[in-house]
């Protein structure tokens, strides 16, 4: 009889024990749901920084969420290049007033990698993928509370030729943008771009 009661105890305890880490994660779910959807619409581009420095942990992070994008056929036909020296951030600058890069602590040009593309047609979807790529490191400096913000250079050829010198990005990748990335000297109100009139359902 006793053994029998320790045995029935034993499995309400287990059960118990399962209840419990089943609620944590289910809890834990809807919260990490909660925060990403925030941080997806509270981001907002920052174009005036600090010049407080960022540490090689935190770019790494932010290149880490960039390469864990998706992209077609998992070709992944992205590059990025960092740029941290402030003499060339000027440079960059000046010759590219778009990128914003006056006060930021870096630049990451994202650069599609044309020896990793698709073949005929498809080749052009380097371009979805590098823009998930860019996505993704905009919400994860935003997450690390950083400011960052996208800046256009592909397909215009006068800034891919103009940044491709200025870094030495050879001729087998193109730049598809500048993100300008630091500690944020704003804090602009994320726009509400929710408008029920640019989606329709198909039922």
């Known amino acids: ?15 118990a024990v399962v209840l419990l880490v089943m609620n944590k994660r289910r809890s834990g779910s809807v919260c ?8 997806i619409m509270t981001r907002s581009s920052i174009r005036a920084f600090t010049n407080e420095p960022l540490i090689d942990s935190q770019i790494e992070t ?8 998706p992209s077609a056929r998992n070709k992944q036909p992205w ?4 740029v941290k020296s402030r003499p060339l951030l000027r440079q960059i600058a000046d010759s590219l007033p778009n990128t914003r ?47 960052a913000v ?14 491709r010198g200025l870094t030495d ?8 943008c500048v993100i300008a990335i630091g500690r944020p000297a704003e804090s602009p109100a ?3 771009k929710w408008n029920p009139e640019n989606y329709r359902m198909i039922e």
């Open 62 to 69: 932010l290149l880490r969420a960039g390469m864990a994008a």
């Open 190 to 192: 994320p726009k509400d």
């Open 32 to 39: 990490d749901a909660d925060a990403v959807i925030n941080n």
């Open 101 to 147: 890069l006056t006060s930021a602590a870096c630049a990451i040009v994202v650069c599609g990698d044309m020896t990793k593309t698709l073949d005929g047609v498809d080749r052009d979807f380097w371009i979805h993928d590098c823009s998930a790529a860019t996505e993704n490191i905009l919400l994860a400096a935003h997450a690390l509370g950083l400011g």
């Open 150 to 163: 996208w800046t256009g250079i592909f397909p215009n050829p006068d800034r891919v030729d103009k940044l």
């Open 1 to 15: 009889m006793q053994v029998l009661v320790i045995a029935v105890l034993s499995a309400a305890l287990i059960m």
């Open 79 to 82: 590059k990025f290049v960092v």
């Open 169 to 176: 990005i050879p001729e087998s990748q193109i730049p598809l």
